[in-house]
């Protein structure tokens, strides 16, 4: 009873500090022990654990498999107190050759698949290490790195492991921790090997030089990088950016004319049975006019078989229009966000990251050799003793026979240290015919000489230097691009002109009308034909009706949002109208704390007035805010505490603002400068509050408030001033809500 918690010792704390130092303890434990990667060994403690307990079971790549519930028995009883199916499916992955470039785990039985399909259960699937984790392990029994006591005090586990492999760029890394992520895509070993020799050798390498090595990712499931070379060169010198990755694809000529396109390669993480079925509900929602059928004819290499509708189709513009509609084209992101020394998150650029694996692999190099120093001292010393003892063998063994206490006899009869006469009363008898003078010395000798060149080289960073660099080339010839597993499997390719896919595309796809219902709680789908707002269409529960267009499928939709960004989507790719449709947020990077300010269908030529709570704005071109990327396009710069709060069509001479203090102002649209991208100059000033309402209108036809009233000339002359003013109170019987018609 005396370890229950007192019900009574309650201890009053205000809401915000018990709630901010207990999430701060969450996000600290999830950073450093779960979803980050260390930046030496590129593991995180899951993984590192797994291959640990496989090499305290012996499971190295000569030894026989053994069941993958018994590893992870071990790892949760031993060294992760978390659960079973967690650490399965992270052993699953280090085994998966379509998930990681490099296996640290060699797996027997059904590891899963490149279509999604889901792993045997552990106890009829077995494991074990291979070359590449040995390669990783390799020096832990020789003090290469520290140790910590596991969870329950009963055990230790490496802090990080050793690493001779750079598995961090090698194998990639993901993860998503408490507001921070990483994603780190695989990369070739045989570059990463050059570009650190290349390092060794002149450490001030600048990022430009280093990519001379390292050309871009190297996917498991191979593919086709289409970016310029400069984004690449930026991504990596910056630490985030993406990669636009294709499947691979060739032409097949049939009889007569006829062909097929063949895919033997789908871009990474890309599961091919879900491609395959978004291919075919394209080709019966008739929004892939130029292609027939796709049938899946993989066996253990993928083969994705795609008929055209003819021979007369042209076979680029048809997987032009695949790479646009479907994930035959993705993105993958590079976010190197790792924990710098294991204790630090931050965002390395490459360099970065090469140069804290070459200080981790010397900090252990370092260490492995002076762990041999001590070994060889205790050698020395113990073979000092044989020496010592070798012609009286028969007085050590008449001491051992007749007196209790040998040992401080021996010590004193021959000058032998404590280890020395340990060493001698531990020999065995059999041991006593080896013990041969010229042997003994023979060793002794070797080792003073091993002892003397270990010493110059714990001296000496070139010579720790060239040690490395043999490291490194040893490495390159197990797994570099000479070998089989090394050899590049994802290919580079210029990019497609933009422009021309574009208009080949819309000319590929089938007009049609269709009107597109966005939800208030940002709920996007499309429904054929053009539709007036009804009762029919039905929301989730707490949800309604925001935004209504008219569209054609050839169309392109633009998203204004609170946080001062344009996004932009495919008509002919927004989702159907059965259901609730999908969440907005899936199409586009939306930040959870933005909203959607307004959605149009875009039209060349036209210029939008953009203006922020603050009573900043702007005139900008529609053409330029039109985005590319799914992270959207920054047009309006908003400061912390501002939201962008008014994107509106330009059409008059003149623009009307209304703050939340009912103030309206009325001045020329001269006045408001034509920009790019920046924050604007201000509209309205306000001594409290902020902008509620922007618009542009033609004087001489008069404003239109929300309700439909239209205020003319003379109605307005009073409100009419220049840009930047107060302005006066609304005219009265202007809409309660202070909105613009």
Known sequence: MGDMPNPDDIRAAPLNKALSERYLAYALSTITQRALPDVRDGLKPVHRRLLHAMRELGLNPPAGFKKCARVVGDVIGRFHPHGDQAVYDALVRLAQDFAVRYPLIEGQGNFGNVDGD????????????????????EGLDEDAV??????????????????????????????????????????????????LTALVENPAL?????????????????????????????????????????????????????????????????????LIERIAELIEQKKLSLLEDVRDESTDEIRIVLTPKNRSVDAELLMEQLFRLTDLESRVALNMNVLDGGLVPRVMSLRDVLLAFLAHRRDVLRRRTQHRLEKIAIRLEVLAGYLAVYLN??????????????????????????????AILNMRLRSLRKLEETEIRTEYVNLTGEQKNLGKLLASEKLQATRMLEEIRAIDERFGSKTEIGRRRTRFSAPPEIAAEADSIEAMVEREPITVVCSEKGWLRAFKGHQEPNDMIKYREGDRERFWLHAETTDRLMLFATDGRFFTLDCAKLPGGRGNGEAIRSFIDLPPDADIVSMFVHRDGRKLLLASTSGHGFVTAEDDAVALRR?????????????????????????????????????????VPELARGRGVILQRYKDGHLLDATSFVWKEGLRDVNGRTWTTAELKDWRGARAQAGRLAPRGFARSGKFG
Request: with cysteine; proline share 6%.
């Open 146 to 195: 520290d140790f910590r006591a596991t969870y329950d005090g009963e055990d230790r586990e490496p802090v990080v492991l050793p690493a001779a492999f750079p598995n961090l760029l090698a194998n990639g890394a993901s993860g998503i921790a408490v507001g921070m992520a990483t994603s780190i895509p695989p990369h070739n070993a045989g570059e990463i090997c050059a570009a």
């Open 393 to 422: 063998l028969d007085r050590v063994i008449k001491i051992i026979r007749n007196e209790d206490e040998p040992k401080p006899k021996l010590m004193k009869a021959f000058g032998l240290s404590e280890l020395q006469a340990e």
């Open 118 to 137: 889901n792993p045997a259960a552990m106890r009829y699937t077995e494991s074990r290490l291979t070359p590449v984790a040995q390669a990783l392990l």
């Open 631 to 671: 992270s959207g396009k920054q047009a309006m710069a908003v400061p912390s505490g501002t939201e962008a709060a008014v994107c509106a069509f330009v059409e008059g001479d003149c623009v009307a603002v209304i703050g939340e203090n009912r103030k309206l102002l009325v001045f020329a649209i001269g006045e």
């Open 206 to 274: 600048t990022d430009a030089k280093i990519l001379k090595y390292i050309k871009g990712p190297d996917f498991p499931t191979g593919g086709i990088i289409v970016d310029e070379r400069a984004a690449i060169s930026e991504a990596y010198r910056t630490g985030r950016g993406s990669f636009r990755v294709r499947g691979r694809w060739e032409r097949i000529e049939g009889g007569r004319g006829s062909y097929q396109i063949i895919v033997d390669q789908v871009p990474y993480q890309i599961q091919k049975a879900k």
